[in-house]
Structures are given as structure tokens and as C-alpha cells.
T-cell receptor
Framework: ETGVTQTPRHLVMGMTNKKSLKCEQHLGHNAMYWYKQSAKKPLELMFVYSLEERVENNSVPSRFSPECPNSSHLFLHLHTLQPEDSALYLC??????????????FGPGTRLTVL | AQRVTQPEKLLSVFKGAPVELKCNYSYSGSPELFWYVQYSRQRLQLLLRHISRESIKGFTADLNKGETSFHLKKPFAQEEDSAMYYCALSSFSGGYNKLIFGAGTRLAVHP
């Protein structure tokens, strides 16, 4: 599959579980992003990686832990989540070149339900 | 503070009617604005960006710095335009762009 892929597409977990979300981009981009989309709030930026370095962490609780092993892969490790963390988690990537604002390309999302 | 406001959660029109989805922003610098669209069971995708000044699927949006607005317009709505529309503001720093999204407006076009 081309573009940005995310696995799993759906995840149900208990509050004591540990799970990981995976994102992969096939676009040769240098920047990758995690967003949270919940019913009651606008799409919120969680983390940004540029050239595999975390460049932004938007005051996200430590129970969410991102990892970017290379420019094509991004993970979101989940540990002891709360029911209010249930949401759609979107991954995006962009070229990340300096000097201009480039388009972000989104994955299909992982629908997370925390019981 | 940087903020994007989309005042309407739902906009319901009939096919062939004009459409205007409102977006207002708050930003201290020179803004770059986008409209993203999410059709049913599809991923979020870029519809248009203000610097391109182009029309996509019949939609246009003009940046009005005086009114801090970037409303999305289409003269004649089609049923296939039914979707969620998100206005987004971009700020660029450190080699990446940070998008700030509005809450979104659901456009429903009825036959």
C-alpha cells in the first residue's frame, strides 16, 4: 500500500494493558506526526518527529510514549491508559523541508477504545 | 494564541444550492491556511491551501486578513460534497509545520 498506513485499525484494551500503534509512510517524507481525534475536541497534535528527532511534545501525558526508529516508521506506545483516552489516533507525514509549509498526508487512523 | 474557529457543526443544504463553510483564525504572524476534507470511510485529505489560489472540486477559499477569515465556498453543492470539512492553520518552525485544526463542519447535501 502506498501513502501512510496505520496498524491496527481498531484496538480495544484494558486500562492495565500495554499496546503499541504503528505508522508507516511510503512517501520519503522526513517529518511524522501523531494526532488525537476525539468526539468532543478538535484534532489535537500530540507529537512531531523531524528527521527522527522529537521536536514537539504537546503536553501529552507520559502514558503515551512515541518512538521513531527511522524516517519511515512511527510508533505510539500505550501504557495504563484511561477511558478518556478512547479516540481515533491519526498519523501523518510531510516532506519536512525547511523554508515552507508543506502538505501533511494522513493515515486512516487507529480507533482506540479503553475499557 | 493560535486558534481556528469553525462556528457551524453542521451545514445542511440542497443539491445545487450555494455553500459557504466559515473559518476564522487567530494568529500573530503571516498565516498559511488549509482546508482538509474527510469523506465517509476515507482518510483526512487536503482539499486546498490558500497559497495555491486554486479551485478544487469547484471549491474556492479566499484569505481575508482584515477579517481573519478563510471561508470555503462552492456555488452549486453536489451530493458527493457531503463530508466533514476542517479548516487548519499552519505555523512553520524547526523544519516542520504544525497544523492547528478547527472543530470541523459537517456538510450534508440533500437531493
Amino acid at each position: 500500500e502506498t501513502g501512510v498506513t496505520q496498524t491496527p485499525r481498531h484496538l480495544v484494551m484494558g486500562m492495565t494493558n500495554k499496546k503499541s500503534l504503528k505508522c508507516e509512510q511510503h512517501l520519503g517524507h522526513n517529518a511524522m506526526y501523531w494526532y488525537k481525534q476525539s468526539a468532543k475536541k478538535p484534532l489535537e497534535l500530540m507529537f512531531v518527529y523531524s528527521l527522527e528527532e522529537r521536536v514537539e511534545n504537546n503536553s501529552v501525558p507520559s502514558r503515551f510514549s512515541p518512538e521513531c526508529p527511522n524516517s519511515s516508521h512511527l510508533f505510539l506506545h500505550l501504557h495504563t491508559l484511561q477511558p478518556e483516552d478512547s479516540a481515533l489516533y491519526l498519523c501523518a507525514s510531510s516532506q519536512g523541508a525547511s523554508g515552507y509549509t508543506d502538505t501533511q498526508y494522513f493515515g486512516p487512523g487507529t480507533r482506540l477504545t479503553v475499557l | 494564541a493560535q486558534r481556528v474557529t469553525q462556528p457551524e457543526k453542521l451545514l445542511s443544504v440542497f443539491k445545487g444550492a450555494p455553500v459557504e463553510l466559515k473559518c476564522n483564525y487567530s494568529y500573530s504572524g503571516s498565516p498559511e491556511l488549509f482546508w482538509y476534507v474527510q469523506y465517509s470511510r476515507q482518510r483526512l485529505q487536503l482539499l486546498l491551501r490558500h497559497i495555491s489560489r486554486e479551485s478544487i472540486k469547484g471549491f474556492t477559499a479566499d484569505l481575508n486578513k482584515g477579517e481573519t477569515s478563510f471561508h470555503l465556498k462552492k456555488p452549486f453543492a453536489q451530493e458527493e460534497d457531503s463530508a466533514m470539512y476542517y479548516c487548519a492553520l499552519s505555523s512553520f518552525s524547526g523544519g516542520y509545520n504544525k497544523l492547528i485544526f478547527g472543530a470541523g463542519t459537517r456538510l450534508a447535501v440533500h437531493p
